[in-house]
Nanobody, 116 residues
Framework: QVQLVESGGGLVQPGGSLRLSCAAS????????MGWYRQAPGKERELVAR???????TYADSVRGRFTINRDNTKNTVYLQMNSLKPEDTAVYYC??????????WGQGTQVTVSS
């Protein structure tokens, strides 16, 4: 069983920055990808960013150029650096890991609120 623990959410003013962290523990083998999703009130969960290898990444158009995803394989941890935050970035952010043949685990979510 794999567990994901997220941290780093909070309240920030527009234009500010936050860094989210997600640490994976448990029976982890052959991590295929790690990523971040978000879900705003009344909306569906959407992909924010995903990293497949150390440098292969994909981003939602709405965050490209503002957010950066990276991964520390020695710590089984994925980070999301969020800069130039906007009110529309307000959501619960969820970490996700795909590993093994097709296993998929979600974190508990961390709230990010962008407001003045």
């Amino acid at each position: 069983q794999v567990q994901l623990v997220e941290s780093g959410g909070g309240l920030v003013q527009p234009g500010g920055s936050l860094r989210l962290s997600c640490a994976a523990s448990g029976s982890i083998f052959s991590i295929k990808s790690m990523g971040w999703y978000r879900q705003a009130p009344g909306k569906e969960r959407e992909l924010v960013a995903r990293i497949f290898k150390q440098t292969v990444t994909t981003y939602a158009d709405s965050v490209r150029g503002r957010f950066t995803i990276n991964r520390d394989n020695t710590k089984n941890t994925v980070y999301l650096q969020m800069n130039s935050l906007k009110p529309e970035d307000t959501a619960v952010y969820y970490c996700n890991i795909v590993y093994g043949t097709s296993s998929n685990t979600w974190g508990q979510g961390t709230q990010v609120t962008v407001s003045s």
